[in-house]
């Protein structure tokens, strides 16, 4: 009994000293991860209109500097219930998961297993039945298993589950920023639609009432059946604009309605499109888009999966290493199976190396080294996306508010126009094709107005989704939060 006892201890110690030593001695196959070099520019093209303010503006709820209660609680009930938002926090969860899996191949495998059957045996077999006929047999075992990571296939697999978590994250992150920018978009346009449907409106009223005007004159024998059908035209094309804009307007609303989580319906409207403030220009360098965009930081966390891979990938080309144990109690019968004859064990290593795969291997490698190569072509094409966005955004800001001015100006002036050509037709110097054109003029440019107004908030918008920063961390508090920590590592154990 005591060789036996001794066995076994010796046989333990064997075990723990192979658990504990082989992995520091270990080494980890493929390329170790470093940032590719960029061609990142000093400076964006775009000149900083109107005086750029400190960076710390992307730091902050941007979107309250509209100063539009309505916006701010349409982001708000959007950041709380966007279906996107819900899916990409239960998206981190996932990864989270699929990291704790594979980790654990890192550590022993320990499992129990407990069994019980009755059995007779044929007595006319050869040999024959046993003395106790039917009998009985119970077995309670703990399994012990683990493939030692001696050349670092598991901790590769581990590092590219690791950058998929931080790229799930990201993920989440760069849907709260695009939810953000979206709501504010959507309003805008709303508002401005709202803006044309009443100019519209305001155009039609006006030219109704000099319908009628005409309609009376021509009863009257003053003017022509000429200038009453040119005044019916330009009444029908301001009542042909009306249900087309209405139109847009529903379906504005209903999109809206879906990215604040709502079924479709009425959106609350807050201040007038030439009531919203401007927030203001941030500054900034280009090359804090590698660390403020969510999409760069997921891109590189892609590529760094992608990179880990490769030396998973070359592992298979080496032996693996597995160790396996047992240790339980056997019996026929169950009030004997604690005593010491019950006892059983068994413990022992497992090597096993490829010889010949036909290319599988290798292919593998291949196939790991490419996608490594996609992937840091899909981050450079990230940053480069994220440099051309930025520099669009503030060319945009600068170009969009010089042509408001414009627009700004060329209605005070069309708005004069109408007015002398009005008072001229009343006064008998000219005919009525001069208020006709002063009309159309007037009425287009103040259509294009409300565009332009939109045009210089959305800009505003897109600079602050391009630069991204930590206005995120501002929106983020509302929006639906994984239920893991992704800052920490799943446990090695239950």
């Known amino acids: 009994m005591r060789r036996t006892d001794a066995t076994c201890r010796g046989a333990a110690a064997l075990v723990c000293a192979l658990f504990l030593g082989l992995p520091l001695g270990g080494c980890m196959l493929g390329p170790d991860y470093k940032r590719p070099d960029l061609d990142v520019p000093t400076q964006y093209r775009s000149a900083t209109p109107m005086g750029a303010v400190d960076a710390a503006a992307t730091e902050s709820a941007w979107w309250q ?50 069994s019980g059957s009755r059995t007779r045996a044929s007595e006319h077999a050869i040999p024959g039945a046993p003395l106790t006929n039917p009998y009985n047999a119970v077995q309670a075992s703990l399994l012990l298993s683990w493939e030692i990571d001696l050349f670092g296939r598991t901790r590769r697999l581990t590092e590219a589950a690791t950058a998929e978590l931080e790229a799930s994250e990201a993920f989440r992150r760069g849907t709260v920023l695009s939810v953000v920018t979206a709501i504010t978009s959507g309003y805008v346009n709303l508002r401005e639609q709202d803006r044309e449907l009443e100019v519209s409106r305001e155009t039609l009223g006006l030219r109704l009432d000099a319908l009628n005007l005409f309609e009376r004159r021509f009863k009257g024998g003053v003017v022509s059946e000429v200038e009453v059908s040119q005044a019916r035209s330009e009444y029908a094309t301001a009542l ?8 847009s307007i529903v379906q504005l609303e209903n999109a809206l309605a879906n990215l604040v989580g709502r079924n479709p319906g009425p959106i609350a409207r807050g201040k007038a499109i030439d009531q919203l403030m401007l927030p203001p220009v941030p500054a900034g360098l280009p090359s804090d888009l590698l660390e403020r965009r969510p999409d760069i930081r997921q891109a590189e966390q892609s590529m760094i999966a992608a990179n880990a891979r490769i030396g998973a990938a070359k592992a298979a080309y080496f032996p693996t290493i597995s160790l396996t144990g047992a240790f339980g109690q056997a019996s026929r019968s ?37 996608a490594q190569r996609a992937s840091v072509a899909q981050y450079r094409k990230a940053v480069q996306a994220a440099f051309g966005e930025t520099e669009n955004a503030l060319s945009g800001i600068t170009t969009s508010r010089t042509a408001l001015d414009a627009q700004l100006m060329q209605v005070a002036a069309l708005d004069n126009y109408a007015r002398l050509a009005r008072r001229r037709f009343e006064g008998g110097y000219t005919s009525y094709l001069e208020v006709l054109d002063a009309d159309r003029a007037l009425f287009s440019a103040r259509l294009q107005l409300a565009q332009q107004q939109g045009s210089v908030l959305l800009q505003s918008a897109a600079l602050y989704r391009s630069l991204g920063g930590g206005w995120v961390d501002v929106a983020d508090k509302e929006a639906p939060q994984p239920g893991v920590n992704v800052s920490e590592r799943p446990r090695a154990f239950p």
């Open 65 to 114: 500097q509209f100063n539009d209660p309505a916006l701010d609680a349409l982001i708000s009930e959007g950041l709380r219930n966007n279906q996107d938002l819900v899916a990409a926090a239960a998206r981190v969860e996932q990864f989270y998961g699929v990291l704790g899996t594979t980790r654990s191949q890192l550590f022993p495998q320990v499992g129990a297993q407990v």
């Open 240 to 247: 042909r604009a009306i249900p087309l804009l209405e139109q």
């Open 334 to 370: 169950l009030s004997d199976l604690w005593e010491g004859p019950s006892r059983l064990w068994t413990y022992g290593a497992n090597i096993t190396m490829p010889i010949f795969t036909a290319g599988a291997i290798a292919g593998q490698v291949t196939s790991a080294e490419a």
